[in-house]
């Protein structure tokens, strides 16, 4: 368990962590030389069942809030203090209305200073520390009257906190690694360690982890080394405050306090992200677009608050609001956050992540703001439910992984009790609700049914037309799929590479069927080059409008396919093409128009341009001068109909 202080400057936070522990807490000479905490301090008090309490003591400073907020979003129980000759001062109210901003709402009061007063006074300064606390969420909570220096009353809260810490149960562990960083230095021999409190998953030596937000893609790190609550361990996991040894291509130079320590799948860094935020009643109202600083994890942020909810938040209300930051962070849904004024002196809100993935557009419509409300719900079945049914296109579940920091088992649990129909594309999944993969299937039929009225001639949509058709946002695989379905259950038909309604059929006319027979042969003559329009025309003597119409109806009824410009290929030589190009995919993992043309025999620029008919058909897909196989469904499609 990790214990927080919280309270006024010299209300004697350190000299009482050290009681607790025999720890001065004070490691810095300036702190030694002004007796004063400047920054975060660190002890720990082993425990008789081999355990470890962790202290983590802040400064009490109004100029140093940005410190104590470093060190308070990783505590699990605060430990206020109050001096008894003192009473509750300003930095005590600040630090309480803070740590209710974080959540943080299970703790302890120490009265400090007990032996510099009379009994009187211990008696007001406990009735002064019981109305402070009234309505928080540290009301209730058990006090210790004592003296740090005397000792008097300690073994009381030791005892306390020792008993508390038997019952504390241990946050998850179950998601990914996350460590929020607050420390880095060198050792001799042991190289760069940084320290932090593990807000999720597990850790262990030997793992690849990467430093984040560093550059395009973080620092990658392998963990040499870690201690755990000051002691040497294999693994660390959340809630334990880690010393990890790292190496790696980077220097100390390079890591500062704010950035994160986190399993690689997780280094998805953001300049903005949705929140419910929250609004002291003791603070002025809140008006969009205010400057901010951020404090979120150990670090401390420059942005903007967008209200999505009107205009003006209201002391001692909550709403829904766009945080949008002036650099990169990383964050994910539940992290708890701190809003201060734009010159840093006054603490002004604060709330929780929602959405680390925002849209860019109707952010404040009814069914977005629908959304944000669900996923205050802290079973992310609930917003996954509404999501799917919002989402046309399917949801990107590595997202929603992503952003609610779920485990891969984790995640397959929920899209299985969720009752999601999942594609896999590529390394990406894509979830659909049962109800709105069953409209998309209606929607393509529909679109389809609307094609063969238009167009009766045309023997059915090429299939990357019939995509943007029937929806243009919908990943190829996740069409793939339901195309697939569709021709299992006979809904749907393929000829060649067109998709049509069973029913449906083109033919042509006697004539064109009589003109075609004469002019097929000299297309077949050279079938993976085939001569074009203007030369069918002088070698036939027919007129070259004449032809150019021809084809263009014959092509509708699906015996040619306009490779380019008034060159024509008949659907034999095109499945031979799709053959050649699937072999070579196969033989080279892609395949170049200098491939093509050996292939083929042809010149490079026919070949050229039955690689671009390829990719305009959504049979192949261009990366620079390579051409790749979009989908095995794809191939399957042109070889086998």
Known sequence: MIIGTAGHIDHGKTTLVKALTGVDADRLPEEKARGITLDLGYAYAPQADGSVLGFIDVPGHEKLIHNMLAGATGIDYVLLLVAADDGPMPQTREHLELLGLLGLNRGAVALTKCDAVDAARVAAARGEIAALLAGTGLEGSPLFALSATRGDGVAELRGHLEATATEYVRRDTSGRFRLAIDRCFTLSGIGTVVTGTTFSGRVGAGDTVIIAPAGRDGFKARVKSLHVQDRPAQQGQAGDRCALALTGDFEKKDIERGMWLVDPRAARPLTRFQAEIHVPATQTALKHWTPVHVHLGATDLTGRVA????????????????????????????????????????????????????????????????????????????????????????VDLGRFASN?????????????????RVVAAGEQQIGFAVGGWQALGERLLAALATEHQRAPDMVGVERERLRRLTLPTLERAAFDALVAELLGTGLLAASRAWLHLPAHQASLGAGDRDLFAVLKPLLDAQACGPPRVRDIARASGTAEDVIRQLFRRVARAGDLYPVALDHYFTADAVAQLAAMVAELNAEKGSVRAADLRDRIGGGRKVAIHILEFFDRIGYTRRVRDEHILRSSGAIHAWLNN
């Open 307 to 394: 209200l999505l909810e009107g205009d003006l938040l209201a002391p001692g209300a909550t709403a829904l609001a766009e945080i949008l930051l002036d650099r990169e962070t990383l964050a994910v849904r539940g992290d708890r956050f701190v809003l201060r004024d734009a010159s840093a002196q006054r603490s002004i809100g604060g709330g929780r992540v929602l959405d680390c993935f925002p849209p860019s557009r109707h952010k404040r419509s009814p069914a977005r703001l629908a959304l944000l409300a669900a996923l205050t719900d802290d079973d992310p079945a609930t917003s996954l439910r509404l999501l799917a049914e919002q989402s046309v296109a399917g």
């Open 404 to 420: 609610w920091n779920l485990a891969a088992d984790m995640a397959a649990a929920l899209w299985q009790a969720s009752g999601l």
